[in-house]
C-alpha cells in the first residue's frame, strides 16, 4: 500500500469520474441513512456504479477505501467560471440567526472515530464547519450559564494554611530559602475554573486565531466570540494544553459532551499547536455537508429578517414537511428551497411543481393560513441559487421580486444569491 493517499477529485452533483478497481470502494449515504422519513430513499454522498463515481448534493471529504489509501473530495457544484461558493459565509449567516442556528447541526456530519486522511491545506473544507459549529454549542452554553464544579487548586499563602499542605515543595521553593512563612497548599475550589471550561476556553482561543487569518469571517463571528469569551474571564489556561484529556461529564450538563468532543476534535486537528493553521498538509476527519439543507437554513435566515415570526420553517402536515410556510398580513405562501441551478437558466423541474402543488392543497395548510377559503389558490414560490457577485451582499429577499413561472396560475421562482470568496480559505 503507498504511504500517500490518493486523493480523487470531483465536484458536487452529476459530476462523474472513471476509476480503475472501483470493486472495493463503497457508497456512501449522509449519516449513513440509506432512507430518510416516511421510508423515501435518499442520495449518496457518492455512488460508484460500473467504474464511474458519482457525486451528488453533498461536499467533503471520505474514504473511498482505506485499505488501499483512496480517497474521494468533493467541491460545491457552483465553483466554476472564477466563482468559488462561500460556504462558510453562509454558515455564518446561519450561525447569526437565534432560529437558524438550532438546526445547524442537521446538515452536516463529522466522522470523527475513523482515521484522518492528508490533504493540502487548500483543500481544507472542514475547519471552517467545526468553527461554525463549535461557536454555535459554547454560544448556547453560555446563554445557560457555565457549568461550576469543584476543582483542585494549589496556591502559595502567606502565614497560613489550607486544606492539604505540600511539603516537598514548600520546603524547596520557601523554607530552603529563609522564608518559612510561606507555604503551597492544595485545596478544592468551587467556581469556573475547572478543566472542562479550560479546554472550552483552549478551542474558543483557537478559533479566535483561526478566524484571524481571515478578516472577513472573523467580522461576521465577531458577535458570537464577544459574546462567548467575558464568559470564561475567571477560567485559566494551562502551560500545557494538551494534558486536558479526559472528563467525566455530568449527566446534568448533558450539552457540555458535544461541545467539549468538538474542543478536543479542533485540538486534535491542529495538533494543540495554533501555528499549524498555515501548514502546507494536514490531517482531517472524513465529513460531509448537506448543500440543499445548507442552502434552505441561508435561505430562512433572509425570510425572517423580513418576515420574523412569520414565516414557519418546516412546517408539518400529513406525513409531509414543508420548506416554509409564509401567513403574513396581505401575504400568504407556501415557500420551497431548490438547490438548482437550472431555475436561474430559464429551466423547470415538473417533479418540483408536483411537489410544491401537493403542499399547497393541504386541509391543515389551509387551517394554518388562518382558515383560508378551500375555493382559493394558495401561491407558491420556488427559491433557487445564483451567481451573483454584484449582489450577494444583499441583506433582504425581497418576495416582490418574484417571476411568475409559465404556464401556470399562482407559481412563482426567485433567485437567492449565493456568496463567493473574495479572501480565499483554499481553492477548491
Known amino acids: 500500500m ?29 449519516k449513513n441513512q440509506k432512507f430518510g422519513k416516511y421510508k423515501s ?12 463515481l458519482s457525486s451528488h448534493y453533498y461536499i467533503g471529504i471520505d474514504w473511498l477505501c482505506e485499505a488501499s489509501n483512496r480517497a474521494v473530495y468533493i467541491s460545491p457544484k457552483l465553483n466554476e467560471d472564477g466563482f468559488e461558493t462561500d460556504y462558510l459565509k453562509m ?3 446561519c450561525l447569526n440567526d437565534a432560529e437558524a442556528s438550532k438546526h445547524i447541526n442537521n446538515i452536516y456530519e463529522i466522522k470523527s472515530e475513523e482515521s484522518p486522511i492528508e490533504i493540502d491545506q487548500s483543500l481544507d473544507l472542514l475547519s471552517p464547519l467545526l468553527v461554525i459549529q463549535y461557536l454555535n454549542l459554547v454560544k448556547q452554553l453560555v446563554k445557560k450559564g457555565l457549568k461550576k464544579s469543584y476543582y483542585r487548586e494549589e496556591k502559595h499563602l502567606n502565614a497560613r494554611v489550607k486544606g492539604k499542605l505540600l511539603v516537598s515543595q514548600t520546603l524547596k521553593h520557601y523554607t530552603y530559602r529563609n522564608q518559612p512563612l510561606k507555604t503551597i497548599c492544595a485545596f478544592d475550589t468551587f467556581g469556573l475554573n475547572h478543566p472542562e471550561n479550560k479546554i472550552l476556553k483552549a478551542g474558543l482561543l483557537f478559533v479566535q486565531k483561526y478566524l484571524s487569518s481571515f478578516p472577513e469571517y472573523a467580522a461576521l463571528a465577531s458577535n458570537s466570540l464577544q459574546y462567548c469569551l467575558p464568559a470564561f474571564e475567571e477560567v485559566t489556561m494551562p502551560k500545557n494544553i494538551s494534558s486536558l484529556q479526559h472528563f467525566k461529564t455530568s449527566p446534568f450538563f448533558s450539552s457540555y459532551k458535544e461541545a467539549i468532543s468538538l474542543a478536543q476534535l479542533i485540538l486534535k486537528r491542529f495538533g494543540h499547536n495554533i501555528r499549524t493553521v498555515e501548514a502546507n498538509k494536514i490531517l482531517t476527519q472524513p465529513f460531509w455537508i448537506n448543500m440543499p439543507l445548507l442552502f434552505e437554513l441561508y435561505a430562512f435566515t433572509f425570510l425572517r429578517k423580513t418576515y420574523g415570526g412569520d414565516i414557519h420553517y418546516q412546517y408539518k402536515s400529513n406525513y409531509q414537511e414543508l420548506d416554509f410556510l409564509l401567513n403574513t398580513e396581505g401575504l400568504q405562501m407556501v415557500i420551497d428551497t431548490k438547490y438548482k441551478t437550472k431555475y436561474g437558466r ?7 411543481i408536483r411537489q410544491l402543488s401537493g403542499y399547497a392543497r393541504m386541509d391543515k395548510v389551509y387551517t394554518e393560513l388562518n382558515n383560508k377559503p378551500t375555493n382559493e389558490v394558495i401561491d407558491c414560490l420556488i427559491i433557487y441559487p445564483i451567481r451573483d457577485k454584484e449582489n450577494q451582499h444583499n441583506k ?8 411568475p413561472l409559465d404556464d401556470y396560475v399562482g407559481f ?6 449565493v456568496p463567493c470568496i473574495t479572501n480565499k480559505i483554499g481553492v477548491n
Do not use: Q
Not at 44 to 52: A, L, Q, R, T
Not at 346 to 352: P, S
Open 2 to 30: 503507498s504511504n500517500k493517499t490518493e486523493i480523487i477529485r470531483i465536484g458536487e452533483h452529476k459530476d462523474k469520474r472513471a476509476i480503475i478497481d472501483s470493486e472495493s470502494l463503497n457508497t456512501y449515504y449522509f
Open 346 to 352: 430559464g429551466k423547470n423541474n415538473k417533479e418540483d
Open 396 to 403: 433582504l429577499l425581497n418576495l416582490k421580486d418574484k417571476v
Open 91 to 93: 454558515l455564518l449567516t
Open 41 to 52: 430513499k435518499n442520495k449518496p454522498c457518492f455512488s460508484i456504479d460500473n467504474g464511474v
Open 412 to 417: 412563482y421562482l426567485l433567485g437567492l444569491s
